[in-house]
């Protein structure tokens, strides 16, 4: 083993979270090492795959907020590298009237324009979509889709240019926390200031063996891919059923199609599995509902894969900071959009600043358990 390599901040994990952390930290002046144990987004993390939903609608103004601040982070990681990352067609949000009101109510706080859809207008406007009996509808410009593997290519480059010293695949195999944290792999004995834990769903583990153990439940989620080249220009979907009975969600890929998923994921995460299978009758039971709700939508299948997420009971983060470790995990399946914005609220608070009160750790709402199969309702 090598002499031990002194930095500021060790970040643990470099999927969305720590990768973003890492380079904004970086980007103030401090000295960083990044370390992942399968190496940023692989296939067997949740920070994978093609794509992802945006969307401000949230009925929680702090996720409204961060949603605006991540689109012009988004925004600018495009200018700096010339990837393109964002895709914002917009998204219809479906469902019952009272929580639609809610979304509505909390992106206009925020400046926002949200139109409530009347049926004959939606079905001029988006004719690829049938309402189901009784749902309300929503329409705002500032969402779509974020283009995930390019997004952390961006990240990824531009964390390396900015200094920040990468050591993957390598897992982090123990945490030692003091006034210096130690941190080991089989390879280097690194020490820091300061620990960033952004394990996602290995955060679990991590966090038990430092006597920190968090109410997390990862989970295993799958999405379809539709060859469905018509698509690529329309509208971003949530289908929210009522609040706790999760939903559908779905959003265009330039390149592929279309993509739909249900919100939430299924128990039996291991964490030795690099690759998870498709699970056939989930994809069977999700072109059941494109057939219901988008009739016309061509229904090849480009490709389904499963990948997984981390659940907090309450579907809210947990980024916070017990002395010389900040905790960046509990992502509850809806963690990526924010990317860069979370980049900045995890340094933000690695450097002192306050946590907001959805993300602490001492809040009500960890004080029961995570279930994996839980919808993300938020
Ligand atoms: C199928 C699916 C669909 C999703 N859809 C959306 C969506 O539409 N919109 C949205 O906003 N979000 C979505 N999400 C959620 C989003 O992808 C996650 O919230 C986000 O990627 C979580 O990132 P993370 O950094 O917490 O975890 P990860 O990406 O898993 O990163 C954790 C990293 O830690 C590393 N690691 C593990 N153990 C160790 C160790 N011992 N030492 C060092 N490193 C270690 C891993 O290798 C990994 O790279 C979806 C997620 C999935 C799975």
């Keep these: ?22 380079l904004e930290l970086a980007r103030r002046g401090r000295k960083v090492a990044a370390i992942d144990r399968f190496g ?22 702090f996720y409204v907020a961060l949603a605006l601040e991540a689109i012009e982070a ?27 009101g809610e979304l509505a109510r909390s ?52 964390a390396l240019a900015a200094g920040v010293a990468l050591f993957q695949p390598e897992p982090v195999l123990e945490i030692v926390p003091g006034p210096r944290v130690t941190i080991r792999t089989d390879r280097r004995s690194l020490q820091a200031d300061h620990a960033v834990i952004a394990a996602g769903p290995w955060s679990g583990p991590l966090l038990a063996d430092i006597g920190m153990a968090q109410p997390l439940a990862p989970a295993i989620a799958q999405v379809t891919f539709l060859d469905a080249p018509s698509l690529v220009d329309r509208p971003g979907i949530a289908e929210w059923q009522s609040v706790g009975d999760g939903g559908v969600y779905g959003h265009p890929v330039p390149g592929i199609g279309y993509k739909i998923a249900f919100d939430a994921g299924a128990p039996g995460w291991r964490p030795d599995i690099e690759e998870w299978m498709p699970d056939l009758d989930e994809e069977r039971r999700i ?44 992502c509850s399946g809806h963690a990526f959009k924010f990317g860069p914005a979370l980049g900045r609220l995890v340094a933000d608070i690695v450097e002192g600043g306050e946590t907001p009160d959805l993300l602490r750790l001492d809040r009500p709402g960890l004080r029961q358990a995570a279930s994996p199969t839980a919808p993300i309702v938020r």
């Design 287 to 330: 072109l059941e509902w494109l057939a219901q709700r988008m009739p016309n939508a061509p229904r090849r299948v480009a490709r389904t894969q499963r990948h997984p997420w981390t659940m907090t009971p309450d579907a809210d983060f947990i980024v916070d900071r017990r002395e010389s470790l900040t905790l960046a995990c509990g």
């Design 74 to 100: 988004w925004r600018r990681l495009e200018r700096a590298t010339g990837r393109r990352i964002l895709h914002l067609t917009g998204q219809v949000d479906l469902g019952p009237p009272a929580f639609l």
């Design 40 to 61: 940023s987004g692989h296939p067997a993390t949740s920070s994978t795959g093609a794509s992802r939903s945006i969307r401000v609608a949230y009925a929680q103004p």
């Design 1 to 22: 083993m090598s002499s031990q390599q002194q930095f500021d901040v060790i970040v643990v994990g470099a999927g969305i979270f720590g990768i973003s952390t890492a």
């Design 107 to 158: 992106v206009r706080a925020a400046g926002v324009r949200i139109e409530e859809l009347q049926a004959s207008d939606a079905r001029r406007r988006f004719p690829e979509l049938t309402f189901g009996p009784g749902q309300a509808g929503l329409f705002h410009a500032e969402a779509g889709t974020v283009m995930a593997e390019e997004g952390m290519r961006g990240l990824n480059e531009t």
